[in-house]
């Protein structure tokens, strides 16, 4: 049996609207995309959880996969105290080698902008260069790169992160936890954006 569907009023089934251009679309229109977006947060942690099983294919040479490198990572935040929002940076911080190795920690950080604090989007967005003290050395790179950032107030944050849980999370015989222990925390993040 037919059921009219008002496609302005909230409580209905559906709000797909009939925009088909924005310079012709309505406040109506956007009062109903918006909600159905809302609705539909929860699919930016699937998202995310998706890319982050896919990283257990990506292991080019180290000891352990990505995935692996990624859930120690936020193990060792974690056993260190650090708060949520961290622990879920942590874990995602490579989470851009899923999509372009070179380029990976802007990736990592513009996924993770709009639901952590803007001192969390920095040092994932510098991480490499915090990390390069560590190997830079052998690419003829500048193993001080984390000088350019000295004085930023998220720097003594980067620099914990790089020295005592990334660059030393490789290790396969670590007691780390599966992706299903930070699954509740990356819901929770990544379901409340805290800027569009
Ligand atoms: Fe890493």
């Not at 692996?68 to 989470?95: F, K, P, Y």
């Amino acid at each position: 049996m037919g059921r009219s569907v008002d496609p302005w009023n909230n409580d209905a089934m559906t709000t797909t609207t009939k925009l088909t251009r924005m310079d012709e679309s309505t406040a109506e229109q956007w009062a109903a995309i918006g909600k159905e977006t809302m609705d539909n947060q929860g699919r930016v942690a699937d998202g995310v959880l998706a890319l982050l099983r896919s990283l257990a294919d990506i292991t080019d040479g180290f000891a352990v996969d990505q995935l692996t490198h990624c859930l120690q990572t936020a193990m060792l935040a974690e056993r260190a105290g650090a708060n949520d929002e961290m622990v879920v940076a942590s874990l995602c911080h490579d989470i851009g080698k899923a999509v372009s190795v070179p380029n990976h920690p802007k990736i990592a950080a513009e996924i993770l902008k709009s639901y952590v604090s803007d001192d969390l989007y920095q040092v994932i967005r510098a991480h490499q260069d915090f990390q390069g003290r560590h190997y830079y050395h052998h690419f003829g790179g500048d193993p001080n790169a984390r000088e350019q950032y000295r004085g930023e107030p998220w720097f003594d944050l980067a620099a914990q992160f790089a020295d005592e849980w990334d660059q030393i999370a490789f290790d396969p015989t670590y007691d780390t936890l599966p992706l299903e222990h930070f699954e509740p925390r990356v819901r929770e993040i990544f379901g409340n954006p805290k800027s569009l």
